[in-house]
């Protein structure tokens, strides 16, 4: 079967640039790897066929001879280069190949390239969650609230170092500072973490005894934290610097405060408003008046009931709510009636609700309408 033309196979004109073979190359790499095309039984010979096309295309006088000749400058012996082709010759060729991808395709899995000098050898400390709960009053004014923390500090016995006396970290032997170590398995390259440092590149001949080489010790801190007026539950603060403290000197993380306001015995928030359930008599809602309702801020407000309220009407406070987050002003508060049925009743005021029943029947216009459409049902049902 012929050779596919090598541009063919990368996808790119015959006047493409370097980089652009290089770019292409990639793409095609990551797409037709073997280990991402289980379900192909073809990807592994066409993995190859891009491999031997780049290899002759990103060599410029390999390049200017295929340019001219085709495959047949690699055939014979012209074009002085490997006999029997310009790309696949075996594991050690393969894996110089393929290493222009290593990276792209296990960078994530294997912690990035090394930059030529391998990992960072101090490592930036672990971020932290704190859990706080406050109360609905609390998030309406804001406060300041004190926390204790528990995390990794840095050890003061050798400042973060992790030696003891202060002395220098010496050069891994195993990964030569390179924090990570490559093995042939086959025709795959792979790059572990170094077992000897742990990746940081360094060793410690003498660790410090009180932090056992780490350079961070346990510590519960206090740390007074800023709760802004207008949290909700899951607002998130961080404070920048306050997490576990690097390994050997390196960076502090950052610890993040995640709210969570309780539930209030009155109010029930939503958003920047908040409903307050207010239960009436049935008289007051019968004859209306006055009542008096607490506000979030700790007053109170004076509502007037209209004669004849039901059950479920709502009647607004503005500017009675909770504040936003960022911004001004203030959400509204809804009152919302419960006219209450009197229970345990006594002898004289049964009688007098009886009374009071017998002279109503044209003071209940919602059960005249709905027990009138009912018997125009029945009445229906019957024809």
């Given amino acids: 079967m012929a050779k596919r ?3 063919e196979v990368l996808g790119v004109s015959k006047g493409a640039s370097a980089d652009e073979l290089k770019k292409a190359y990639r793409t095609k790499a990551k797409e037709l790897h073997p280990d991402r095309n289980s379900d192909n039984p073809n990807a592994e010979s066409q993995f190859k066929e891009v491999n031997e096309a780049y290899d002759c295309l990103k060599d410029p006088e ?22 029997g082709g310009a790309g696949y010759q075996g594991q050690g060729d393969f894996a110089s190949a393929f290493s222009d991808v290593f990276d792209d395709l296990f960078g994530d899995f294997m912690g990035g390239r090394g930059g030529g000098g391998g990992r960072s050898r101090a490592a930036r400390g672990a971020d932290l969650r704190y859990n706080l709960r406050v109360t609905l009053e609390e998030a309406y004014a804001g406060m300041a609230k004190t926390i204790n923390v528990p995390s990794s500090v840095q050890c003061d016995g050798c400042n973060g170092s992790g030696a003891e006396n202060g002395a220098e970290p010496t050069t891994c032997p195993t990964c030569s500072g390179m924090g990570k170590v490559r093995a042939q398995q086959g025709v795959f390259t792979v790059e572990r973490t170094c077992p000897t440092c742990g990746g940081l590149g360094q060793i410690i ?14 510590r519960e801190r206090s740390l007074s934290v800023n709760i802004p007026s207008g949290v909700e539950t899951g607002t998130r603060i961080r404070l920048a610097g306050e997490g576990e403290a690097g390994m050997r000197g390196g960076p502090t993380g950052d610890l993040y405060i995640f709210i969570d306001v309780q539930e209030h015995p009155i109010f029930q928030r939503d958003g920047v ?31 007037k009931i209209p004669a004849g309220s039901q059950s479920g009407r709502q009647m607004r406070l503005r500017g009675k709510g909770m504040p936003p987050l960022r911004g001004s002003g203030h959400g509204d508060m809804f009152i919302e009636l419960a006219v209450e049925t009197p229970v345990n009743l006594t002898s004289k005021q049964k009688e007098l609700l009886k009374e009071f029943e017998k002279l109503s029947e044209d003071n209940n216009p919602e059960s005249k309408s709905f027990f009138g459409s009912v018997k125009d049902f029945w009445d229906s049902m019957k024809g």
């Fill in 205 to 218: 001949k003498n660790p410090c005894k009180k932090c056992g080489g780490s350079g961070r010790t346990e």
């Fill in 5 to 7: 033309d090598y541009y």
């Fill in 62 to 83: 390999k390049k200017a001879a295929y340019d001219r000749f085709g495959h047949a400058a690699f055939e014979g012996g012209m074009g002085g280069g490997r006999g």
């Fill in 273 to 303: 408003n908040l409903h307050c359930r207010v239960p009436v008599s049935m008289t007051s809602a019968a004859l209306g008046g006055d009542i008096e309702v607490p506000t979030i801020d700790g007053g109170r407000s004076r509502v």
